[in-house]
């Protein structure tokens, strides 16, 4: 009985370790925050812009929580204004985070 005691007690250790350590693991449903994703909606930038496709419109969604981290970017302001980015994602029915 003392040896089926120890290998339930080790289980449980795994099981809880395993438990603590996916909790460290970043979600798959956070944004992958790369700004070269975004790169389909350089239309709606241009001059003049156009309507944002669809699929810029997918990536603005998908990189909401990114933006804030791009507008303090000095590099990336020097193509996309504040006034742009709030611009495409209206156009996208997307609400930027107040940065």
Known sequence: MKSST???SLVALYAFMFVVLMSQVPSTDAANC???DLMVCSGAISSPPQPPSAACCSK???????????????????FVTPEDAQRVAGQCHVGLPNC
Not at 60 to 78: A, D, I, M
């Open 6 to 8: 120890k290998i339930s």
């Open 34 to 36: 790369n700004y070269m």
């Open 60 to 78: 603005v969604k998908e990189q909401r929580s990114c933006f804030c981290e791009y507008l303090r970017n000095p590099t990336l302001r020097q």
